[in-house]
């Protein structure tokens, strides 16, 4: 909660967070001592203020040392607040505080760097470094620079440092006493553990300054007087002293502040990464990518207008849409089309429908120019030729590709094959592949790939799409890593468009809604300026739908929601199962069987889509009455919580009539009854082809039928020969 800001304390609405090497540290528990709330720095807008401040008033826009920024609000002594120059946006403002002050107060307060000075900086390419060189060529020292790849160096030498060497070698010792005839230098910033410290304090010239920025691993100054008793040893702790002496802070950012403001200082490099990626951002800054500074930013921290801009939608650039002729892909060219996109290249296999035809040619007249284009994107010659005519003979450069192509093939895994399963994967996968091979030197402003929340929740028969789903997830994170863009969408069923809206007309919507057209394209905007790697849309009721987890174990990503799926189905989970248990526990044995037979036929009406008054044959296979493999999954998992065990995922097919069904849960199951007679009249006798199946994995762990099923895929699902069929009954 926001509370009133103390005494000679403000309140900052934050609009972008410095992030820092502290909070990398914090994040896994490796900082020494108490790291504190994470973020450190921000600019933003001050919203109130405490008693006794007068320099600051709200609407003030702001840059801070205030511990915890990455937050909404934050309070922070007004003494480590200065104004922002008018000219800087929030971000550029957001690299200054940390950087310029523990350069400055290093380099200038402690080191008393001057002109003709030499001083060797350590990692460079970060932001402390990049604000150490700024004060250094201000002043007219000599810069020793290092940076730890070969893309950073290149990055110093662009800004005019003559000597930059590898921190990732101790080289750098020799190679700087060679360049200084064995003079030296006489100020070194350092940030490097282990043996970089010996070799930084070699190289110092007689009285020299060492500037010790690191936390871990660092030197006492004892330690240091028996090494090298000549040179001055400092080690710096910006946050120390923002709490000990915040005068000293709010002195130090005035100064900074007029240099800033006269142009002789500048904002940083930077890389933006908005709130909803700071994961990402910590990763980024935890392998070292980054050049600069790293900033995180709030929604707020652009203006409409900037906002408006981001959207990655240009009139001058052209797009690509696979699946181009589906719903899904026609209603994604319509939107493009009113935002303004140059070209619009619709992909698919098949030629379009009559009625996509006229959609297509009602866009047309619509300000974008729209291509129809037949191919197989799973065909990587198929694909690069068609990225390769972008740019070319008077066509637009790509900027953006939407992969909605994909089909469907559903099945419970014991009726699917490699072929059902090659079926689904091919469209996504390997297209998707192969537009990711194709332009992986293109600089795209997005790559949105087309998933499905079945990668993510799960779908009963929907094995092949959700690991086809799931690549695309995958993929979305890996390009990522590798700077490119990629957005994975985890869409739940759009009305009356696309897979998931056949899908939910064929079956119980379980808790899910649905998306419009409208929404759906108005959330991807929305996602493409926010740039995730991946979200999950999906209108939902949470409470319905974690019901049909009841007695079963929930996805793990719904963790968090189990206390919902507890409240509310604990106690109506427990009725269920005491009405029909007690009911059956207290009515004579010959009674048990009708009763479960009503109790089934209730289920199985409802699985089935019937009216409630629908009468059952009792003794007629379900199968008949028209119930599929995912039917059947899901009248299990209704038997499952009715009698408060798991069944085998066959039984509906080893039971089809409720008679048998009835007869083997109550015997078998329940053991309520233990007539053999009874036993023997309501076990069917299983098809060969079942019988075959359930020799194979009635009995065996999940380890043992993946392991099956691998053999069997890679058999390519030809019937074992006889010696074939005794090496599975051995495995």
């Given at each position: ?59 003030d826009e702001?840059?801070?040392i ?7 609000y ?29 350069a ?25 470094g990049q ?28 800004q ?26 006489d100020l ?20 020299g ?204 895994i014991?009726?699917?094959t490699?072929?059902r ?19 992986r ?10 998933s ?18 799931a ?12 700077e ?33 057209p ?5 959330l ?68 048990r ?11 199985a ?9 629908f009468s ?87 380890e ?23 090496n599975?009954?051995?495995?």
């Open positions: 909660e926001r509370t009133a800001p103390p005494p000679g304390t403000v309140e900052i609405r934050v609009q972008a967070s410095g992030l820092n090497f502290r909070d990398v540290l914090n994040a896994l528990d490796l900082y020494p001592g108490d790291p504190g709330p994470l973020g450190g720095e921000c600019a933003g807008v001050v919203t109130r203020v405490g008693e006794g401040v007068t320099d600051l008033q709200p609407g702001v840059m801070a205030a511990a915890g920024s990455f937050a909404d934050v309070l922070t002594d007004a003494n480590l607040v200065v104004k922002k120059p008018a000219s800087f946006s929030f971000i550029e403002a957001a690299t200054i505080p940390i950087t310029f002050l523990t400055y107060y290093s380099l200038i307060r402690l080191g008393k760097m001057a002109k003709g000075d030499r001083v060797l900086i350590h990692v460079a390419s970060g932001g402390v604000a150490a060189i700024q004060l250094a060529k201000m002043v007219g020292a000599e810069v020793f620079a290092t940076a730890g790849s070969e893309e950073k160096r290149e990055f110093l030498r662009a005019g440092i003559t000597h930059v060497m590898n921190s990732r070698s101790l080289d750098f010792a020799d190679e700087i006493m060679k360049i200084t005839a064995n003079q030296g230098v070194v910033l350092n940030s490097l553990s282990g043996d970089y410290i010996p070799k930084g304090l070699s190289i110092l010239s007689p009285g300054r060492f500037l010790e920025l690191g936390k871990i691993g660092i030197w006492e100054e004892k330690k240091v007087a028996e090494f090298r008793p000549d040179v001055k040893y400092f080690t710096v702790a910006l946050d120390d002293l923002s709490r000990e002496n915040p005068q000293l802070i709010q002195s130090m950012f005035r100064e900074l502040l007029k240099l800033f403001e006269a142009g002789v200082l500048q904002p940083l490099p930077h890389r933006a990464f908005p709130i909803t990626e700071a994961l990402s951002a910590f990763r980024f800054m935890q392998q070292a990518k980054h050049i600069g500074k790293v900033v995180i930013t709030q929604p707020e921290a652009y203006p409409a207008q900037q906002q408006a801009e981001r959207l990655p939608i240009r009139s001058d650039a052209a797009y690509l849409i696979t699946g181009g002729t589906g719903a899904l892909g026609i209603t994604v060219a319509e939107w493009l089309s009113r935002r303004g996109a140059g070209e619009i290249i619709l992909v698919s296999r098949r030629e379009p429908k009559e009625e996509i035809q006229k959609r297509v040619e009602a866009l047309s007249s619509q300000g974008s120019k729209i291509r129809l284009q037949q191919a197989d994107v799973s065909d990587p010659q198929q694909v690069e030729k068609l990225i390769a005519e972008f740019g070319k003979n008077g066509r637009l450069p790509l900027a953006g590709i939407v992969h909605a192509a994909g089909v469907l093939d559903d099945g419970v014991l009726q699917q490699w072929e399963f090659e079926k689904v994967l091919t469209p996504k996968v390997l297209g998707a592949w192969n537009l990711h091979r194709a332009t030197q293109n600089d795209l402003d997005f790559v949105v790939y087309f499905s929340m079945v990668s993510l929740l799960g779908s009963p028969g929907q094995g092949n799409y959700a690991a086809a789903n690549f695309l997830d995958a993929l979305a994170d890996y390009r990522r890593g590798k490119l863009a990629a957005t994975s969408v985890n869409w739940g069923p759009w009305a009356g468009a696309g897979m998931a809206a056949r899908m939910q007309g064929s079956r119980s919507s379980g808790g899910l809604g649905t998306i419009t409208e929404q759906g394209t108005e991807l905007e929305d996602i493409l300026r926010h740039r995730w790697t991946q979200i999950a849309v999906l209108p939902i009721r949470w409470r319905k739908f974690l019901k049909r987890f009841e007695g079963m174990e929930a996805p793990l990503l719904l963790e968090d929601f189990l206390d919902i799926r507890e409240e509310a189905a604990a106690g109506k989970k427990e009725r269920k199962k005491s009405e029909l248990l007690l009911k059956l526990e207290q009515a004579p044995p010959e009674e069987q009708e009763i479960l037979v009503d109790f089934l036929r209730n289920q009406v409802r699985v089935l889509g019937l009216e409630e008054s059952l044959d009792p003794q007629k296979p379900l199968s008949e009455m028209g119930l599929d493999s995912l039917m059947a999954i899901e009248l299990k998992n209704a038997l499952d919580r009715a009698v408060g065990k798991s069944l085998p995922a066959t039984v509906v097919f080893n039971y089809p009539t409720l008679n048998d069904l009835a007869g083997y849960l109550l015997i078998d199951v329940l053991q309520l009854q233990q007539v053999e007679e009874e036993k023997e009249e309501s076990e069917p006798a299983p098809t060969p082809a079942m019988e075959k199946v359930l020799e194979k994995i009635e009995d065996l762990s999940d043992e039928v993946e392991a099956l099923l691998l053999k069997r895929l890679e058999e390519d699902l030809e019937e074992p020969d006889e010696s074939e069929e005794k599975e009954d051995d495995a």
